[in-house]
């Protein structure tokens, strides 16, 4: 995660005073893209990172709300997300009572209660000027990012009916979106409506190449390069087989390299706790339930072959000798 300060300077919403993480990793593509994102954003208008699982939408658009220098809202889509949950409700009552005793033999009572208005997180980023992250803003349902067309075209924010002292803001000319998606995702996601899409520049973000990925390997775990590329190589390789359900990604080389500094292992087939560390990661991508146990069988040979292919040990090295 990036570091980050908290604020309550905008009522109940919490914004992110971000700053870029020590460990993130700058090659030629990274900065490419961030300067293509932070160009488009300079100008006015709102960006979308669109990948798959593990390419880094989401660590990218922190870094690039960081360099923003503006304080940062989080949204995270959700099916159940509504108008409401962006823009803001009516929220308790306020209560106000007046005692008249004017005539010390008569007693007047008056007593109201008035319902509240609290703004929620799109709300406050419109009036603050903020950087909105909406992070995997398809598993929200279209309708409920409806209310983003007017503020991304026309900026100006429409407020509920309920809030009658305010039936719109203005809305500030630092606010900007950076949203993430993954299209490659089909549970609990939805279609992005064609007029959201033509208000945002997409930059689509695929998987990184293999220097970057040593690259981030190696920062997020602490690890020499050269220590965390055979991890890199042997989940790459796993990825471009196709056999699995779930696709292995630069997270996969994480997991592994930062338990293999944890626990000191040594990245060789001659290494039983190493072995079984990935075949724990990358087995639960493809021996789902309902695989045959023939299957199976085979994926962990597969897995096998390629740890030892990426990783050899004594007796590996011996028959290649002989």
């Known amino acids: ?191 992005a409506q064609d007029a959201l899409g033509d208000r945002i520049v997409t930059i689509d973000v695929g998987y990184a190449d293999r220097d970057l990925e040593v690259s981030i390997a190696a920062a997020r775990s602490g690890l020499a390069a050269a220590r965390v590329a055979p991890v890199v190589d042997i989940v790459r390789e796993f990825r471009d087989t196709g056999e699995y359900d779930q696709t292995p990604t630069l997270r996969a080389s994480i997991m592994i390299c930062r338990i293999m500094a944890q626990e000191k292992l040594r990245p060789t087939i001659d290494d039983r706790q190493f072995v079984q560390l990935c075949i724990d990661i990358l087995g639960s991508k493809s021996a789902l339930p309902g695989k045959t146990d023939g299957k199976r069988a085979q994926q962990h040979k597969m897995l096998l072959s390629l740890i030892e292919h990426h990783c050899p040990g004594r007796a590996a090295a011996a028959r290649k000798q002989a």
């Open 1 to 191: 995660m990036l570091n980050f300060t908290h604020s309550r300077d905008a009522g109940v919403v919490t914004t992110l005073e971000l700053q870029p993480r020590a460990d993130f990793v700058r090659t030629q593509s990274v900065e490419a893209i961030t300067k293509r994102a932070l160009a488009y954003l300079k100008a006015g208008f709102s960006v979308h990172f669109r990948g798959p699982a593990g390419t880094g939408k989401t660590t990218l658009a922190m870094h690039v709300a960081a360099l923003l220098g503006r304080p940062t809202v989080m949204i995270a889509g959700d099916e159940d997300m509504a108008t409401s949950t962006l823009v803001g409700t009516q929220q308790g009552y306020h209560y106000r009572k007046v005692v008249d005793r004017f005539i010390h033999t008569v007693t007047k009572m008056e007593e109201t209660a008035d319902k509240q208005w609290a703004d929620h997180r799109l709300t406050t980023a419109c009036r603050e000027g903020y950087t909105l992250v909406y992070d995997e803003f398809t598993r929200s349902r279209p309708e409920a990012n409806n209310v983003l067309l007017g503020v991304l075209e026309e900026g100006l924010l429409v407020l509920p009916a309920q809030n009658q002292d305010e039936p719109y803001i203005k809305v500030h000319p630092d606010f900007r979106v950076i949203f993430t998606s993954n299209p490659q995702e089909y549970a609990g996601v939805h279609d």
